[in-house]
């Protein structure tokens, strides 16, 4: 079983390690270069992505982060995990640092703001899935080794991506009690620590 650790600066880590407990993992706060260490995958929940990231610098997170990433670390970003995962974001505030990683531009609240929160069923991996947007980023663009995985309406906006071990999407699977995405990840971080 995989031990996949939840980045536990802010925002929706509880259920995060529910949601991957009910998808076969193992889970664990993640707040210390340490923890990181220990880790097979990790989760970068929703939340406020210029808090994280200011969170991120002040716990000395974003080398070690950008550093695990380019060792090949599969890594779950969901709503501001997506932005954080994201290599460039618009309408960022000055100075606003990813750890980066998906070749995407994603923007930030594109979706409106806290009361424009919707839900909508969408097809994930070819499969239904009840999402919930709460403040949410698209993805604007996305370079040729990006896999677009769900897009939303209006417009067919791109709202989950695949680059290699890095998945995000705009939306918070963890508050739907459905495991599917969570168990494509667990699946994701097997097939890397099988090889």
């Excluded at 993992?25 to 220990?38: D, M």
């Excluded at 618009?90 to 930030?108: A, F, N, P, S, Y």
């Excluded at 594109?110 to 999402?131: I, K, N, Y």
Aim: glycine letters at 10%; aromatic letters at 6%; a negative charge.
């Amino acid at each position: 079983m995989p031990t996949i650790g939840v980045l536990a600066l802010q925002g929706d880590v509880r259920e995060h390690v529910a949601m991957l407990e009910a998808a076969g993992a193992g889970a664990t706060p993640v707040r210390r270069p340490a923890e990181l260490e220990a880790v097979d995958g990790l989760v970068i929940p929703g939340g406020e992505s210029t808090t994280m990231w200011k969170l991120a610098e002040i716990f000395e997170m974003l080398e070690p982060l950008r550093l695990r990433i380019k060792d090949g670390l599969p890594v779950y970003g969901s709503c501001a995990g997506m932005i954080m995962l994201a290599d460039r974001i618009e309408d960022g505030v000055d100075g606003q640092q990813t750890i980066g990683g998906l070749d995407m531009v994603v923007r930030r609240n594109a979706f409106g703001r806290q009361v424009d929160s919707f839900e909508a069923d969408l097809t994930f991996d070819g499969g239904p899935v009840h999402a919930v947007f709460i403040r949410a980023p698209w993805v604007e663009s996305v370079g040729p080794e990006v896999e677009v995985l769900a897009t939303a309406p209006p417009g067919d906006r791109i709202v989950a991506v695949r680059q290699g071990p890095l998945l995000a999407t705009s939306f918070h699977p963890e508050l739907t009690g459905d495991t599917r995405v969570h168990r494509y990840f667990v699946n994701m971080v097997n097939t890397v620590r099988d090889h």
